[in-house]
């Protein structure tokens, strides 16, 4: 029979888009405040507090001067006749369904477009901030609710005109990329990374915000933690000040690891999920936040940017970190200029007579009597990459371009696809490449990713390699275990027995979300004592697990480490009910808590954030369709399907549901649509194959059936299903055969025994 045993209640998003608030610049401001005062210090422990940078400067001059001007500085401002870079002389932006005019009146600056959704016609809007300065500059409104919305047509500095940031796209107001939505929401989408110490506050009964910060950009207490201790020892004489460890700062940025560093920047330089207000006294990542894998959408599969990706993702990927380098080997870390011009950088640890030679790079140094672009090393290593339409952005993976890798899985590279060389067909850049360094390449990890993407079955033991390989970056691991969790098998299951164990908590992590353990004694005997961990990210996803598990399979500790860790999980859930996921995995919590009512009620929220993102209403209509709802649920999971056509998993479960209200025609189409996309699940073919037999269509239903077979030979309901079709054909001698391996497998059932003597007569 046609069974929903597999749904999309695993469903995780693991990062959002930090969709197009990128961290840009402005001019040093004469005037930083909080949108409602200074940050409540009951946030901050009594022991350090913040305390602005002028107290920093009184003694680091240095440092301050560095700083100013800054990126980092330049985060974000107040929009005055200083900072505002943009044409607000009453020029009119039309294009893609925007118009905009930019206007003043008197101080203020203006914007007259469409406003949001109930609201039609043009408003005029004030903006409040500045929010970049080069490449680009976008503007803050503040609305209502405490909301700050960043207005979508930006200017671009070095052309001097307005531009729309999704050219090719008519956005209206109802969709959550307008520039009215949660999409381009200040408050959640950007502010913690362009201010210091700040709170979000959102308030998910009344939907709106108390946001509150100690300096308005990004200021010296954002990387060293709250000062007050330190400022406290340093105010005493030199001849008695105490010994204080890091001399009373909070963080530590010298005389540690690289990783330390890293993962000192990585808050704000990488695509990740906020676990809650970013707290600026801890330097473990996975206990404020969690980077996402090289999703598909997200990363190309051998690794480099795609989307909002930043640079943390690219870089923990490079032979560079795991040799020791860090973000501030290369970039100052006040000015955040490059240490050295051209090649100097690398040129720091690399030799200039092996590689600064065209020997190595095949490029002349000079080109018309200019420095050469192709004798750089980023222009090979670190290619470019336009985002925000203007703004090219380095990934920080500094690998070796491969054109043969751009051949075979449609990745760029830094020779033609997104070089000097564009002009060039690919093959042009492949035979030059061959005829440099040789035929010969060294097998790359993209090509497995990029196979366990598609599901393929071969694709199964070259992932369980790449998730135990320690030599691989962590990310890389991590992403080939989340792969992993589309294979079934015994040596799948093992493969994440042990990343239950691993040292590095983002494989823990992925371990504890994809575990296929469905013996519930054995996942509590694994997975709680991850209640424990020492990274907060690991915790909550045991938590997530481990939900509903019936008390008796705990001891008294563990289930109040799991009370205590799911309340986390709520409030961790809760902090970001802004966003669609947040009220997706509410969702998915409630239902495993067997409370369909809240379940509901947090899926809905999910989809009201943001109707075109398909889990939450996928997962929604099995919850309707488990209490009879079947219309309902058909009309939530075709929108899903609408909005997301290459999801096989909700054509998966529009199939199942189909067949189950009797419309098979339709349930065989949906199903076998669903088998294509999931190749690797041998459960989705033979589901299709009961559903095509019954709808008559037997060519068909027959391969669906023998390709669940192949992929599980040892399941005997897929056997005996496929033996039984075998049989109304007359074909005999298989179906022997297939009895004999059902009765291999499970002496003790009838059917096998059933088959052999229905072939014997």
């Known amino acids: 029979m046609l069974t929903r045993s597999d749904s999309l209640s695993r469903w995780r998003l693991t990062a959002l888009v930090a969709a197009g608030l990128v961290v840009a610049s402005c001019p040093v401001h004469l005037a930083r405040e909080s949108l409602r005062g200074p940050?409540?210090?009951?946030?901050?422990?009594?022991?350090?507090?913040?305390?602005?940078?002028?107290?920093?400067?009184?003694?680091?001059?240095?440092?301050?001067?560095?700083?100013?001007?800054?990126?980092?500085?330049?985060?974000?401002?107040?929009?005055?006749?200083?900072?505002?870079?943009?044409?607000?002389?009453?020029?009119?932006?039309?294009?893609?369904?925007?118009?905009?005019?930019?206007?003043?009146?008197?101080?203020?600056?203006?914007?007259?477009?469409?406003?949001?959704?109930?609201?039609?016609?043009?408003?005029?809007?004030?903006?409040?901030?500045?929010?970049?300065?080069?490449?680009?500059?976008?503007?803050?409104?503040?609305?209502?609710?405490?909301?700050?919305?960043?207005?979508?047509?930006?200017?671009?500095?070095?052309?001097?005109?307005?531009?729309?940031?999704?050219?090719?796209?008519?956005?209206?107001?109802?969709?959550?990329?307008?520039?009215?939505?949660?999409?381009?929401?200040?408050?959640?989408?950007?502010?913690?990374?362009?201010?210091t110490n700040l709170v979000k506050g959102f308030d998910p009964k009344t939907n709106s915000y108390d946001t509150t910060w100690s300096e308005v950009d990004v200021s010296c207490e954002a990387c060293h933690g709250p000062g007050s201790r330190h400022v406290a020892w340093a105010d005493v004489p030199p001849m008695g000040r105490a010994r204080v460890e890091n001399f009373g700062l909070v963080m530590k940025t010298s005389g540690i690891t690289n990783r330390e560093l890293v993962e000192l920047c990585a808050p704000c330089h990488s695509?990740?999920?906020?676990?809650?207000?970013?707290?600026?006294?801890?330097?473990?990542?996975?206990?404020?936040?969690?980077?996402?894998?090289?999703?598909?959408?997200?990363?190309?599969?051998?690794?480099?940017?795609?989307?909002?990706?930043?640079?943390?993702?690219?870089?923990?990927?490079?032979?560079?970190?795991?040799?020791?380098?860090?973000?501030?080997?290369?970039?100052?870390?006040?000015?955040?200029?490059?240490?050295?011009?051209?090649?100097?950088?690398?040129?720091?640890?690399?030799?200039?007579?092996?590689?600064?030679?065209?020997?190595?790079?095949?490029?002349?140094?000079?080109?018309?009597?200019?420095?050469?672009?192709?004798?750089?090393?980023?222009?090979?290593?670190?290619?470019?990459?336009?985002?925000?339409?203007?703004?090219?952005?380095?990934?920080?993976?500094?690998?070796?371009?491969?054109?043969?890798?751009?051949?075979?899985?449609?990745?760029?590279?830094?020779?033609?696809?997104?070089?000097c060389h564009a002009d060039k067909p690919l093959s042009w850049s492949a035979a030059a490449y061959d005829r440099w360094y040789g035929t010969a390449r060294k097998p790359h990890y993209g090509t497995v990713l990029a196979a366990g993407r598609k599901e393929e079955p071969s694709a199964r033991t070259d992932l369980l390699r790449l998730a135990g390989d320690n030599l691989s970056p962590t990310l890389v691991r991590a992403t080939a275990l989340s792969l992993l969790g589309r294979y079934q098998g015994d040596e799948v299951t093992a493969a994440f027995r042990r990343a239950l164990l691993d040292e590095e908590p983002l494989i823990r992590r992925t371990a504890v979300s994809e575990a296929p353990i469905q013996d519930p004694t054995e996942r509590v005997a694994r997975l709680a004592p991850l209640l424990a961990d020492p990274f907060r990210a690991v915790r909550l996803e045991a938590a997530s697990a481990l939900a509903g598990t019936p008390p008796a399979l705990l001891k008294a500790y563990q289930q109040e480490a799991l009370a205590t860790a799911l309340a986390d999980y709520v409030r961790a859930m809760e902090y970001s009910l802004d966003?669609?996921?947040?009220?997706?995995?509410?969702?998915?919590?409630?239902?495993?808590?067997?409370?369909?009512?809240?379940?509901?009620?947090?899926?809905?929220?999910?989809?009201?954030?943001?109707?075109?993102?398909?889990?939450?209403?996928?997962?929604?209509?099995?919850?309707?369709?488990?209490?009879?709802?079947?219309?309902?649920?058909?009309?939530?999971?075709?929108?899903?399907?609408?909005?997301?056509?290459?999801?096989?998993?909700?054509?998966?479960?529009?199939?199942?549901?189909?067949?189950?209200?009797?419309?098979?025609?339709?349930a065989a189409a949906f199903l076998s649509r669903a088998a294509s996309g999931m190749p690797a699940n041998a459960r989705a073919a033979y589901n299709a194959g009961l559903a095509l037999v019954r709808a008559g269509h037997d060519a068909e239903a027959e391969k669906m059936l023998r390709r669940a077979v192949e992929l599980e030979p040892a399941n005997y309901d897929f056997l005996f299903a496929f033996a039984d079709f075998l049989l109304r054909k007359g074909r005999l001698a298989e179906v022997g055969s297939l009895a004999d391996r059902m009765a291999a497998i499970d002496p003790a059932r009838p059917e096998s025994g059933q088959l052999k003597g229905m072939v014997g007569r």
């Open 39 to 195: 940050a409540p210090k009951s946030r901050i422990a009594a022991e350090a507090t913040f305390v602005g940078r002028k107290e920093c400067a009184r003694c680091h001059e240095k440092a301050t001067k560095a700083w100013t001007g800054s990126h980092h500085d330049q985060a974000m401002t107040e929009a005055t006749d200083a900072t505002v870079r943009g044409d607000f002389s009453g020029v009119v932006f039309e294009g893609d369904g925007m118009r905009a005019r930019f206007f003043r009146e008197g101080t203020k600056y203006l914007i007259e477009t469409n406003g949001p959704i109930g609201n039609p016609g043009l408003q005029v809007f004030e903006v409040a901030y500045t929010f970049g300065w080069e490449p680009l500059q976008q503007y803050l409104v503040r609305f209502p609710g405490g909301r700050m919305q960043a207005f979508s047509v930006a200017w671009d500095v070095p052309e001097r005109r307005w531009f729309f940031l999704y050219p090719g796209k008519r956005i209206p107001p109802s969709d959550w990329l307008h520039w009215t939505r949660n999409s381009q929401n200040w408050n959640g989408m950007c502010a913690e990374c362009h201010s």
């Open 271 to 419: 695509r990740r999920t906020e676990l809650g207000d970013y707290d600026h006294r801890r330097s473990e990542l996975l206990d404020n936040h969690l980077p996402v894998l090289l999703a598909e959408g997200t990363y190309y599969p051998d690794g480099q940017i795609l989307d909002e990706d930043f640079e943390y993702g690219s870089f923990v990927q490079s032979k560079m970190f795991r040799m020791g380098v860090r973000c501030i080997d290369c970039h100052d870390a006040h000015s955040l200029k490059l240490r050295k011009e051209g090649n100097g950088v690398c040129l720091q640890c690399h030799s200039a007579p092996a590689y600064d030679d065209p020997r190595h790079h095949f490029h002349r140094k000079e080109w018309q009597g200019r420095p050469s672009e192709g004798a750089l090393c980023v222009s090979c290593h670190m290619p470019k990459s336009p985002f925000m339409v203007v703004h090219l952005r380095a990934d920080h993976s500094i690998r070796v371009p491969r054109p043969d890798l751009t051949k075979d899985l449609g990745v760029p590279n830094a020779c033609s696809q997104s070089g």
């Open 579 to 666: 966003f669609s996921y947040a009220g997706h995995n509410l969702g998915l919590l409630y239902e495993k808590q067997d409370d369909p009512a809240r379940a509901e009620e947090s899926y809905r929220r999910a989809i009201a954030v943001d109707e075109l993102w398909a889990p939450p209403k996928a997962n929604l209509a099995l919850l309707l369709a488990r209490q009879g709802k079947n219309g309902e649920a058909e009309k939530l999971l075709r929108e899903a399907l609408d909005t997301s056509p290459h999801e096989a998993q909700i054509a998966y479960s529009l199939g199942l549901l189909l067949a189950e209200t009797g419309k098979m025609e339709e």
